[in-house]
């Protein structure tokens, strides 16, 4: 279904060529300050057309607040938000009207619903996370109020040129304890922290855009500040949580968190993450954190990180030989100009997800640590 | 929570050394025909004590179904089955009074819940699979039942120590083509059907055991003759309930659909499926399968595969430096032997949340289709 | 929360005097012809200003679709819908900063939620209700296709004023068999069918209105032609999220299923509805509908009637002693004018509630029906 | 489903002739006290076999704590629990094998789920409600803790023999204020508190009970020191997950709140609910209570009460001219001794009802509340 949340519940519309998209924010906590300036942000960066290595398809992406707030303050209502569609070029993908672009959604959906949209990509468009991105704006907000949480993703591999994401080196997680938004947007549009690997990603990139090609990429995520317990212990896990959320985003292939599949080749007596204490605020901590910020299912306090693998994009401008819908082998050839890689744009919308998967564990732990410090002891 | 799924509904209960763990399952369809001999194969192999790779503890689990049959044949009403703990040994985590072990729960449930439980473990046990497994077993019986569906997981790494799982290998997608369980089970406890591996393997998890260590590994699932059309386009993507479901498992740090973490590697020129038309089902398929028999969040016919990464086990005998709950440094060991490696033993918790998710996105789209196949045309 | 469905489910967002209101109608299946022609009738029957009965404000209420539909027909994905408010008059209000208006949700909104919304009624306005109209004409054009479902509400009572709703009735039973909207609305704006008593019932509310008072009613439904076995057992009666759903609209005070309040007073010899060979259809039917077409919470194919019962309205002209917000005793004369009574509009409201009940049910049931029906038997 | 509820979440299982009925109980808080003593005594409440007023079937139904709980404190995991079913008597019923018994759920279970229980009234059975009873028990005694809430019902009509429930009457509101549980069930088994009507009310039952017959009545519940702020402003009112809540109990015809039916005769400016201020405890409270303690859907602090309406039986001994499955004529009669009177039975059942909904709502406003307060103000 298109709602994802249980107290933090948003809800979305929209395929990539219909009137406008959007969604409804439902349990948003009443009293936050929130006007569009809060949301705008996040949608700006998610947007194409912002440098040479993307799409040149130019989205305002206005958002605009239907619902939910007076006076600049969350009312404790709905927040119903929309973005209207400007960009239509239907024109551009024509030749899907014959052929189900391979890897692309035409195929299953035409199985799925007995019916094809004429438009381009339908619902299974990336038009469709403008949505998230607006409701995780306010999510983010409430977590940053309430206990400084900070969410920061960015590009960790571009094909096969890959920072170090080992969970044991010490360059990698201290590029976790202090990478800022600033820094991730300030080296430029493939928003990889790392100096070591970024220029030669961005010729990757260039490499597969001159050859009318895509190629994917690793977004690697860190959250600060997480508060220590959330998360449930079966089968709602916040890695699980997570996890659900990252592969519900186009074009994902995975997800790792802290050591991942790497840690699999590292013995428990090395991976476990030992036990100090921190004397500043007077609790323990753990010495290493290879577990990524959650144990049996529960934060602990530590950075939670993780990282999401991002296929090349299935549009591509070459002739690629496949079948038409009623079996004919050809040739198709997608008009227009398409990003060859996605990656950096997934950027706020992993940040997005990961702050919507955040603020209803926290707000669900609430409610039971708040009731079990009203029973009689 | 404890309940996972939306039409069929499995919800769990028990800790490691309470008097039963067990599960409700709500919705399944009345008219299947259900005894305990459908579902105890599976408990059977999730039981440790089996080999000399695992630990020793021998646990009967023997289930019993409380409600939902009638004569051997389900009634459409809840299905409640419970499995007696029999094998309580508290004794042996003693002193986890003290030390909240490495890398387990014991710290983050105690921050969570205010309390500490005295038994080993708590919810985050592997015994709290017991009733996924139980409730998977049905599941699966009647995907069998609907569409032939076959599900077998395997071994595809320990440690170091890996099948070729590359998406674009012909010997990994025939193994995936053909393997069974019998198979995965007939090469003994390591659980890994590649010849040329599996020795190693054992070499590996015997090299740990005696170490008093313990080592991760993945595991591999390959799910055939699912129905097209599963899995919904946003939030609910096929690959997104695979993600939860298997990361919701105890020890679980990473997910791959498909081509997974590699496959960002591929261009989008190789790394897309081509059509072909499939004459002896006269419907369209996909030439190679990088996309893990699910494009746009939706099942396309294709097998679907994903590995899920198991790190290694926290709990090991040797001595670990770490600190008690009050923050003072020690040395904690465990007593009691410990599993050297829980991956093969995850292979059936593996295939009953593979059905869980499967039967659930199945009766969905049923309600779906069925009514959309009345609409006036 | 703001959602209300499984398989159908409707989320709504929008207040009295906010940009918009509307909703995401999510899980409507594709196929459907649908266009804001198959909405705004219901829309209309429920606006304000429509006779000297009701009040003055005229509100358009003019849906736009946004998503989930192209050239006319649903495409699976959700449907976004929105109505602009255009009548803001908040200044018709403004002693609503001082006073809680009794028997209102502002007190109990700025109880649960710590904050006042300074325009009028917030979330509880009457507004809120064009979202579920909206959602309701789409379950009901759906429900018409799959079973010829009919749908008619009418008021039955307006104070003391009431048409027999005894179950055991003969010329009740017979407008339940044959009320039209048509009928209901050709007989002005009272909406009752009853030629005995609507003329009293007008005067009724004349009285009422000419004294700046408020006067309550109760609105019967039928459900004809609802297809047998909706519902389940336990939780999730058909009577029961009748019930919930009906209860959710404002003002509502009661709620009762076939022979109601009235049939605990028949004995079970006669209440119980024998059963009858229906020759026609070749099944079962019965005799008589103390029942109101369930039994054990599950439809039985016989109608499905129930009433609601509405309170007088609280926001009435004449002047009320109450007290302020800050505790001062005082009186409160709410400026403009009011509607004496809100039953007749609630009409298309309760058929609304009543049609998304059902078309969720109906494809549950289908989900769990068309899957057994796969069983190997 | 078999589920009720959000954050406080009840699963049952059990029909009235297998091996066990029970439930689970998910998201209780930890460290409740906790121990069968606190869950039985309302169990008992609600067994047959207390008085010769009703059935003499003499079930034990003594609960078991599976987990969930560890030295008598709950952990914060779910609290499974079971009773066994100890009274089978199929044979009591097998004339049902030819006969689906008028007004109860054979015919309907047949039609949903497409086969039939051979055992006595299957899911449908009233030993469903153990399961509720029990979850019941233990929700009433976090809401005591938290804030002394206490929830009483008792049967306030039999038959044509009702207690004055006029909302606006002293007396009724006089025993809303003072009646206790010890003096419900103090006055006999048919638990009516009103000495003018109680003796009247056993002679309708025995009168009933003579004719083998059967005989509905109504029962009412409050609520006091309900939480102010409970409830939700649109679907989930909190009057509309009450009329869920007991809509969903076997035999239930009808759901008011405060005024109820009565209340649409009473005129606005009557009806309203003036403020008046509470010096007590600083703040506004309601002069009078039409409302029953909600407005808006939200609770203001007042008594919370409801009615319910119970049919008479459908279970009678008397002969009863109806059909035989395949469509014949005939009579069936009942085999044994049935329950005159259900209503005094239903009294606990109501009780954990309103305790589920009322538990689930707190915790719900808890994680609003709390995550609200921790805001930037």
């Known amino acids: ?55 040149p398809r130019n989205e305002a992406d206005a958002v605009e607040i239907q619902s939910g707030t007076e006076n600049g303050v969350t009312l404790g209502s709905p927040i119903g938000m929309i973005v209207r569609n400007k960009d239509h070029r239907p024109g551009d993908y024509s030749e899907t009207d014959l052929y189900p672009r391979p890897s692309h959604a ?51 591999s571009i094909g096969e040129v890959s920072m ?49 090609d895509s190629i994917g990429g690793v977004v690697t995520c860190v959250i600060r500040n997480c508060p220590i317990g959330l998360g449930e212990p079966c089968f709602d896990k916040l890695e699980a949580k997570l996890a659900h959320a990252m592969l519900s985003l186009p074009a994902t292939k995975g997800f790792e968190i802290g050591s991942g599949f790497l840690g699999t080749q590292i013995p428990g007596s090395k991976h476990n993450d030992p036990f100090i204490h ?53 040739v198709l050839a997608a008009r227009g100009r398409h990003d060859p890689s996605v990656t950096p744009r997934a950027v706020p919308i992993v940040e997005a997800m990961a702050a919507l998967v955040l603020v209803d564990e926290f707000m669900i732990q609430q409610a039971r640590s708040a009731t079990a410090g009203l029973l009689t002891k």
């Open 106 to 156: 035409d195929y299953t959906y035409i199985q799925k619903y007995g019916l094809k949209s004429g438009s381009g990509g339908g619902r299974s468009s990336a038009r469709e996370t403008i949505g998230r991105v607006a409701a995780g704006a306010i999510a983010e907000k409430i977590l940053q109020q309430v206990n400084n949480v900070e969410i920061v993703a960015f590009v960790s």
């Open 278 to 330: 921190d004397e500043k605020n007077n609790r323990l901590r753990t010495k290493t954190n290879n577990s990524g910020g959650i144990q049996g299912g529960i934060s602990n306090g530590e950075n939670i990180y993780f990282s999401v693998a991002f296929k090349s994009a299935a549009t591509i401008s070459q002739e690629q030989e496949t079948a038409t819908y009623d079996g004919k082998h050809g």
């Open 1 to 55: 279904m298109s709602s994802f949340g249980t107290l933090f519940k948003v809800t979305t519309y929209g395929e990539s060529h219909c009137k406008s998209v959007g969604c409804i924010v439902d349990g948003c906590p009443p009293g936050l300050k929130l006007t569009e300036d809060d949301i705008q942000p996040q949608l700006t960066r998610r947007r194409p057309g912002q440098s040479k290595l993307s799409t």
């Open 164 to 212: 170090n994401r080992n969970a044991q080196d010490p360059t990698f997680q201290n590029i976790l304890n202090t990478i800022t938004r600033e820094q991730v947007d300030g080296v430029g549009p493939v928003r990889c922290p790392d100096d070591g690997v970024r220029d030669e990603m961005v010729k990757v990139i260039e490499k597969y855009r001159d050859a009318k």
